[in-house]
């Protein structure tokens, strides 16, 4: 079974300050995705990494791909109130089936 | 598009009970999934379908849980006895080929 362990659990900022998130593994995904799942919601896929050592920016999101295609990371700049939520990686194994991790939920203050 | 659309959103039910969720995946989507979120287990896959077969359902917990896909714009998961440990929030998400997979918004399952 293919395991993806998420850092921190949980994060609670003030807006305005910076964070990243971790998603660490011992295997190799061919790919690699993050989501943002909503109060009430289904997970929404934020950006699919693939090669590594690639490096994705959505607006204040920047997302890592490690190069052994192992791990990621999500770094916001300038977290805002609207960034609140769970972030969950999700690795794509044989199949193109979908590991997830167990999330980081942030909370950004005002 | 509407979506990945499943019913009911909430449902409570007494232990012992059968419940039936329903989803009804996007439209040109050939394959279907079906997860379940807890707080302590995450997300989790339960089974997935391609092209209305059942292609792997290693994640079903136990015996209580079935699925179907009689066609391609709908699939049940049922849980019969359900339990107290089954609540959760039950998520369906279908895809085309390998591109991006569109959850649901899911159906939050208590079971008293």
């Known amino acids: 079974t293919q395991l993806l362990e998420q850092s921190p659990q949980f994060l609670s900022i003030q807006e305005g300050e910076n964070l990243t998130v971790y998603c660490n593994s011992s295997s190799v995904f061919s790919s690699l995705q993050w989501y943002r799942q909503e109060p009430g919601e289904g997970p929404v896929l934020l950006v699919t990494?693939?090669?590594?050592?690639e490096v994705k920016k959505l607006k204040r999101l920047t997302f890592q791909f490690g190069d052994a295609r192992k791990d990621s990371s999500l770094h916001i700049t300038a977290a805002q109130p609207g960034d609140t939520g769970l972030y969950l990686c999700?690795?794509?194994?044989?199949?193109?089936?979908?590991?997830f991790g167990g999330g980081t939920r942030l909370m950004v203050k005002p | 598009d509407a979506g990945v659309i499943q019913s009911p959103r909430h449902e409570v039910t007494e232990m012992g009970q059968e419940v039936t969720l329903r989803c009804k995946p996007i439209s040109g989507h050939d394959y279907l999934f079906w997860y379940r979120q807890t707080m302590m287990r995450g997300l989790e896959l339960l089974i997935y379908f391609n092209n209305n077969v059942p292609i792997d359902d290693s994640g079903m917990p136990e015996d209580r849980f079935s699925a179907k896909m009689p066609n391609a714009s709908f699939s049940t998961l049922k849980i019969q006895p359900s339990e107290p440990r089954d609540s959760a929030v039950y998520f369906c998400?279908?895809?085309?080929?390998?591109?991006?997979?569109?959850f649901g918004q899911g159906t939050r399952l208590t079971v008293v």
């Open positions: 999700a690795g794509a194994g044989a199949g193109n089936m979908l590991t």
């Open positions: 998400a279908s895809r085309h080929l390998d591109r991006k997979a569109f």
């Open positions: 990494v693939v090669t590594g050592g």
